[in-house]
């Protein structure tokens, strides 16, 4: 790998907008875009331009073929996230692949299965657990500063309906996929990995069928429980919360990108930088982080992340699945 990591970006969406921003914060001798692509050349053009990007293509094969990069990040629709994390993984190409990492469990084994095969990596980009309060939650965890875990819970929710991308079905979202699943990885983490012994979910639907509000609760061994809810037709106060039998741990404010933590009453602030470009999503500098991350698994030639390992992407998108499937919520892909 030369000296600076060398970044693909695929698709010229609002995600990607925010990442090459994000990118911007970490120094040029270790993070540098070199290509992207986009299904329109024009658009890819603009990307390029607006971002002093050296190279554009109007296709995602051709990026694939571009043997100047070391990994390439993916921001595409959920549906295409399959065929397109195989397109790069069969080209050799290390992946950081956008969050749902595929439709189902089936999908992401079948990615996991072909990073594998071709020695390559490839991690979910959950971004959440690679913010410094985060790092913090976790290291307090591993110290058993709470005793022993209790309740866990996190909950996330925004009027979106007025998005076209989440209420149509064929485009892959939904409140579940769209946002849920960054309160399942986040509860499935606090609890180390561990499958739930029970899952128990209630929803309502939007007509087109996709899940508008719901609620997880899962239920683990030794009376520990995780309570999971999001909406995409309201506001909800977005807290998170792990309680133990020594205190409580709060993420007091946007549990998926989250830089404060009340930790039994005192509160801990870790800010971000400030972006270059006005941003689409909130705190989206915050995706330095995991390309950070993402930099020493490629320097230490690793072929998954430590943190979000495919072992991880397979646990919560197995529980996604039953969720789902407890609420009716079905996509083409899971007759594929």
């Not at 993984?89 to 469990?105: D, I």
């Not at 985060?134 to 996190?154: H, I, K, N, P």
Request: with cysteine.
């Amino acid at each position: 790998m030369a000296t600076a990591t060398r970044w693909g970006i695929c698709s010229a969406g609002r995600i990607s907008h925010d990442f090459l921003v994000a990118l911007r914060t970490l120094p040029a001798t270790e993070h540098q875009a070199v290509a992207i692509a986009a299904r329109d050349l024009t658009r890819a053009q603009e990307y390029a331009e607006r971002h002093g990007i050296p190279r554009a293509y109007g296709s995602y094969e051709e990026l694939a073929r571009d043997p100047d990069m070391d990994v390439v990040y993916v921001g595409v629709i959920h549906p295409e996230h399959l065929p397109v994390g195989r397109l790069f993984l069969g080209a050799r190409k290390p992946v950081l692949l956008e969050k749902p990492l595929g439709m189902n469990a089936a999908e992401v084994r079948e990615l996991a299965q072909v990073a594998r095969s071709q020695g390559v990596f490839l991690m979910e980009a959950y971004w959440t657990p690679f913010f410094l309060a985060s790092e913090r939650l976790y290291s307090l965890l591993a110290q058993g500063a709470l005793g022993e875990l209790t309740v866990a819970r996190a909950e996330f929710g925004a009027p979106l309906l007025s998005c076209p991308r989440v209420v149509q079905k064929e485009l892959g979202d939904g409140a579940l996929l769209d946002i849920g699943c960054y309160c399942l990885h986040f509860v499935t983490m606090v609890f180390g990995e561990e499958k739930p012994e029970s899952i128990l979910a209630s929803c309502f639907l939007q007509p087109t069928g996709i899940d508008e509000t719901l609620s997880v609760v899962l239920s683990y061994r030794g009376k520990r429980q995780a309570v999971v809810t999001c909406s995409v037709a309201a506001w909800l106060p977005n807290q998170a919360a792990v309680s133990g039998t020594s205190g409580i741990i709060q993420l007091p404010s946007e549990m998926w990108s989250p830089t404060e933590l009340v930790v039994n009453g005192q509160r801990e602030e870790f800010p971000l930088p400030p972006p270059s470009q006005p941003l689409n999503f909130l705190k989206s500098t915050g995706l330095r982080y995991e390309a950070q991350h993402v930099r020493e698994c490629l320097l230490k030639g690793l072929k998954e992340s430590p943190i979000v390992s495919l072992a991880h992407s397979e646990l919560v998108a197995s529980i996604m699945d039953e969720v789902r499937q407890q609420l009716g919520v079905t996509y083409p892909q899971d007759w594929a």
